[in-house]
């Protein structure tokens, strides 16, 4: 087989590149090693900024998102009974954000790519990735059985932090940076109103709690957790009562529970892969870098990776102009880092760290927890530092990710 990019993994960043692509006349193909329904029940963000929904609608997959996404112009952070508006809408002259599930935007970019016919091989196993450093790049897979051979021009690794793309990169060539911290997120999906109408991201004396949604009717909350703890140590009950200890009253009394319909323990790191790109192949997404969900940035920095990949490989199908593909990685990671920063802030901001662990600070875990919640204070203390907050959530303007 043959194409001009081949994209490895079938998520969101990678079906999203290849609608791109297809509105271009670059022809691609998906290699995908899981089932289409089991890419489909991962549970993931729903906050998508701007720029990420604006690119949606330029794949021409947004009519879904925007009849049933439910825009919020604002957050909320609270520390005990002290809550601070962030009124993002207004503090950004007009930036909103949007509600819209990772599933939601799967789904649509699965059946957009159904409808067009273009080729998705699922289950694709034993993919290895040849010669990626030169002009013939191409990956080889098994599927029921068969041997495959995908010759390409370029390699798109969208497979994820555990896929094979990053690896290809030899050892010595790349850098990894990563920081993995003392504690995970319990998250519970229930099909129960939210507590509020826009995400309300609470720290208190027990610890941290996040109030989201995926829509009107269904609802999406987390608590902080130790590593230690597995799921199985949390009953429903358990978590509904911890969650009202840890939200402000206002918000407390309006929590509606009911039965998990999904409940997971997700732990936190920071990563960060460089160079983003070896030769032919371009990482993406999660093979590259990882944040904390504190701050809504992954789902949205695999976009702005699919936005730089994009324009690079238009550029060079549709003006014959290749000099600019070496550019990948450094534009791509200005970005990368931008919503490290946000994400690692926003951790040490509204966690609680105990005696037992390590933080970012040397000074002690007393003194660090002192100065997170005087920057907590001094942020939300005047308009310029909820500005500083609110330019950061709704994310850098894609004009920034030209090549």
Sequence with gaps: MKTQVAIIGGGPSGLLLGQLLSKQGISNIILERMTGEYVLGRIRAGILEQGFADLVREAGVSERMDAEGIVHEGF?????????YIDVKNLTGGDTVLCYGQVEI??????????????????????????????SPSATFT????????????????DGFHGVSRP???????????KVYPFGWLGVLSETPPASKELIYSKSDRGFALVSMRSETRSRYYI???????????????????????LPSKAADNLVTGPSIEKSIAPLRSFVCEPMQYGRLFLVGDAAHI?????????????????????IMTRV???????????????????????????????NMMHKFDASETSDSELGNVTFSRFMASELSYYTGSESGKKVIAEQYVGLPYEDLKP
Excluded at 291 to 311: E, H, R, W
Aim: aromatic residues 10%; contains cysteine.
């Design 76 to 84: 909320e952070l609270a520390f005990n009974e002290q809550s601070t």
């Design 106 to 135: 799967t789904a649509d970019l699965m059946k957009a790519r159904d409808a067009a016919e273009l080729e998705t091989y699922y289950e694709a196993k034993d993919v290895e990735l040849h010669d990626v450093n030169t002009e």
């Design 143 to 158: 599927q029921n059985g068969e041997t495959y051979r995908l010759e390409c021009d370029y390699i798109a690794g969208c």
């Design 168 to 178: 290809t990169i030899p050892a010595e060539l790349r850098t990894e940076h990563e």
């Design 224 to 246: 902080q957790v130790p590593l230690t703890d597995n799921v199985e140590d949390w009953s429903d009950d358990a978590f509904w009562d911890e969650l009202r200890k840890r």
């Design 291 to 311: 944040v904390p969900p504190t701050g809504a940035k992954g789902l949205n920095l695999a976009a702005s990776d699919v936005a730089t990949l994009y324009k």
């Design 317 to 347: 199908y549709k003006e014959g102009d290749a000099s600019c593909v070496s550019q990948y990685s450094d534009i791509a990671l200005r970005r990368v880092w931008n919503g490290e920063r946000f994400s690692w802030w926003m951790t």
